[in-house]
């Protein structure tokens, strides 16, 4: 059974806290500031009354605002193509709203058929990978579903102690290792004890590694080996943290680690100031990969769904 984020995050459900409608334009707010400098890529381009099919310049100079938003030559070059089949462009914002909509595809599901619900959560160092996993437990056991963290990095001692904080808060089961273990063996007993206490979710922290390090990246695929021996189905979410601020090199990243561990969905973190959105496009259009996430702010209230129409309006009209 498949459901959208929003609906597994407990987003319109009767449990937990409802978000106010203040809330969420609170939110839209943080998401419009958070993109302000891809934005401003585009704004001299925008800012034309009525924008001229004829005019070979204005195209080039629209690719090159696309392109400086981070989203990417090959995404650029497609929605540019979709927008000169429309022809006529007298809202220009508009199309470019409803062009980057399609190319970011429809709002991500999950397949939540199984219980627990397993999600694999990957990525380099200094991502926010830890802070996320720890915001989403809190975040789902305000909603009421009972989570369990299993911290699969074995190698950093202040890694599974932060973790180990944020489950506390949350109220969420913890399970660690021994400084060095074997990080299968932590990703196997967390599911063991998601099954014997009946728990709804078990998210999976992994030692953050360069996608270019071949042996972890082989010992990464070792951990989703084991839990899809454990439990059938399972990952039912690998997610794949990437730092908005690290622009095309995100991208190489996500090529990477999906090619090793099958990664699913994107969590897009720290779109601060100094981010350029535009990432999320370029990772969707080259690799088919949904964002499925997204943290613009330290709060527990800033990570949420990822809604592409949100996003392509925070980026285009603001």
């Known amino acids: 059974m498949a459901r959208s984020w929003s609906e597994f995050l407990g987003e319109g459900d009767d449990e937990g806290p409802r978000e106010t409608d203040e809330q969420q334009r609170g939110f839209f707010g943080r998401l419009r500031e958070s993109l302000g400098k891809s934005r401003r890529a585009l704004t001299e381009q925008l800012e034309v009354a009525v924008f001229d099919p004829s005019d070979d310049a204005a195209w080039e100079r629209l690719e090159e605002a696309l392109i400086g938003a981070d989203v990417g030559v090959p995404a650029t070059a497609e929605v540019v193509r979709r927008l000169e089949q429309r022809g006529e462009l007298p809202d220009l914002e508009g199309a470019l709203v409803d062009e980057l909509t399609e190319v970011l595809g429809e709002p991500a599901s999950l397949d939540v058929a199984s ?12 991502t926010g990978k830890t802070t996320t996993i720890g915001k989403l437990a809190m975040r789902l056991r305000e909603h009421g579903r009972d989570v369990v963290v299993g911290a699969a990095d074995t190698f950093r001692a202040a890694a599974e102690e932060q973790l180990e904080i944020w489950a506390e808060r949350a109220g969420a089961g913890f399970v660690g290792g021994e400084r060095g273990g074997d990080p299968a063996a ?35 695929a070792k951990v989703r080996r084991v839990i899809e021996r454990k439990l059938d189905g399972a990952p039912h979410e690998t997610l794949l943290v990437v730092d908005a601020t690290t622009g095309q090199n995100g991208l190489q990243q996500a090529r990477l680690f999906g090619e ?52 392509a309006q925070a980026l285009v009209r603001g």
């Open 115 to 126: 219980r627990p619900t397993v999600i694999l959560v990957v990525g380099v160092n200094g």
């Open 260 to 311: 090793a561990v099958g990664v699913t969905g994107v969590a897009l973190t720290k779109l601060d100031g100094s981010a350029k959105g535009g990432i999320a496009i370029a990772i969707a259009h080259e690799l088919g990969l949904p964002v499925k996430l997204v943290g613009v702010g330290e709060g527990l209230e800033d990570l949420r769904p990822f809604d592409p129409r949100d996003f």
């Open 186 to 220: 932590v990703a196997y007993d967390a599911i063991e004890r998601a099954q014997r206490d009946g728990a709804d979710v078990v998210i999976v922290d992994t030692a953050g590694r360069l996608h270019t390090q071949q042996n972890l990246m082989d010992e990464l």
